[in-house]
């Protein structure tokens, strides 16, 4: 039955599948939600999205990198760089330069800025006290009291595990898949919120692996909300060896960095 399911939400949020390259960010098919996708430390993927933005001309930004406390912080007339990243305390925040991001911020300036992400100690509590607990809203209404069937959990699994370096202990994998999922469904909630609170359209910032449209935050929006049109902009460093599950997508070269396994070795 799950199954069933996602395969019908892949069908209702799909507007056209194929890769695109950054011209082509200025002409998206219209959305009432437009998931921008990203590797969070490659520069080239947020001057694409900024492209995409100031085409789109959102009324709302939805951040992965912003609490809805700190999102609550932005103020209007936007201020300069320096400015806002003192506001966000974004130094302490873990997420990649500062630098990389305004100019999203900046691409839509009277839009209204909601924030998704979850801390990193919600999460630790999350997995002790179910993810449903921390959740904001119905966890119905988003899918997050519905089981997994065995192989798309198994998939997950595996994905936290290349993700994690193959370092973790196989009984951690449900736990992280438990906390993906909780992202996904957050993202999902202030997408939502956000749409109702401006009328839209609105834009989701969030790293490619929440923009899937078969188990990610698109399928849990059209789950809680299906008469929205989605659309999903993944961007991915390749080659691919496959098509991924986005709507569209962009593939461009790796951003040089350490190995992140390297302390694993």
Known sequence: MRAAVLALLLSATTVGAGEIGPDEL????????????????????????????RSIAPAALVFEMLTPERAARVPSPLPDMPGLEALLDWDASGW???????????????ARIFGAELPREQARAALSDGVEAHFPADPARFGLDAPLPDDEQAAREGL?????????????????????????AMLAEAALRAHRDTGG????????????????????????????SLLSVGQYEGPLDASPPNDLWLVTDPHPRPDPCAAFQ
């Open 26 to 53: 200025t002409t998206l098919p219209r959305a009432d939600v437009v998931f921008l996708g990203e590797v969070h430390d490659n520069p080239a993927h947020h001057d694409n999205q900024a492209r995409a933005i």
């Open 96 to 110: 990649p330069d500062f630098a990389m991001y305004y100019p999203l911020f900046a691409a839509a300036p009277d």
């Open 201 to 228: 359209p609105v834009v989701v910032i969030t790293g490619t692996g929440h923009t899937r449209t078969d188990w990610g935050a698109p399928a849990a929006l059209a789950l809680a909300a299906p008469e929205l």
């Open 160 to 184: 936290q595990d290349d993700a994690h370096c193959n370092a973790l202990p196989p009984e951690m994998l449900p736990g992280m898949v438990a906390i993906q999922r909780l992202r996904d």
